[in-house]
């Protein structure tokens, strides 16, 4: 599990959060929701070591994530509303590339399985530039099948079915599905809260913010769904 303990955290001169104490459950999806600028996205950015904390700590279990903050960043994928791609590469090289950067192989016949993961093996050669934005939001997606290759254990994704159309949806919840099945840890800021159907549970950033409840209550409080 991760334990967020006491996390203060600035972006710019406001701060977004203050003391604030949350678990996130190893092997469940977790679906954070919260009003817009409620500190969903900077919550995110902040697990994936993308935003300092002015205060508090993240542990696995007794360990601080940033500890070794490398390892950290090898063992999630985190996918952006940004989405993280070139225009001026195609869809194949832009997966190329992040596999290259994460220093992960990227041979063909990977790139291939990846792509075909979410319905884009046909647009394998088609500039970013030339894509819809559905088509781009898959093109990211397509880089989560490589957790089914290397060892990667959590997953946090922003808004991650914005533009997706209703076959493209049913490939990404296949994705999540296989991920929790393997034991990943998944961790999601929507604003669609009937995304995931099953082995989730929900983080209320409004509702947290407004209690303050202690780690040692949410775990208490916390509920798992599962049809």
């Known amino acids: 599990m991760l334990y967020l303990k006491d996390l203060t955290i600035q972006r710019g001169n406001k ?10 459950r190893s092997g469940y999806t977790t679906l954070i929701k919260g009003k817009n600028g409620s500190g969903k996205s900077t919550l995110l950015r902040a697990i994936a070591g993308f935003t300092p904390l002015e205060r508090g700590t993240i ?9 070794n903050n490398e390892e950290w960043v090898e063992n999630l994928i985190f996918l952006d509303t940004k989405n993280g791609l070139s225009k001026d590469l195609t869809v194949a090289e832009n997966l190329n590339a992040w596999l290259t950067m994460k220093g992960w192989s990227s041979n ?13 093996e046909k647009y394998a050669e088609l500039y970013i530039s030339q894509c819809s934005e559905g088509l781009k939001k898959r093109a990211a997606l397509s880089r989560l099948y490589i957790s089914f290759i290397n060892k990667v254990n959590f997953w946090i994704l922003d808004e991650p079915t914005n533009e997706l159309d209703t076959t493209s949806l049913v490939l990404f919840k296949k994705l999540v599905f296989n991920f929790l099945e393997q034991k990943g840890t ?32 949410f775990i208490l409080a916390g509920q798992i769904y599962s049809l």
């Not at 701060?15 to 996130?24: E, K, W």
């Not at 016949?109 to 319905?119: Q, T």
């Open 59 to 67: 542990k696995q279990d007794k360990k601080d994530i940033f500890e």
């Open 15 to 24: 701060i977004v959060f203050s003391n604030f104490n949350a678990v996130i």
């Open 108 to 120: 063909k016949e990977i790139i291939k399985m990846a792509l075909k993961s979410v319905g884009m």
């Open 186 to 217: 998944v961790i999601i800021a929507s604003h669609d809260q009937t995304i995931i159907e099953k082995n989730f549970y929900t983080l209320d950033l409004d509702e947290l913010k407004k209690q303050r409840v202690s780690w040692i209550q």
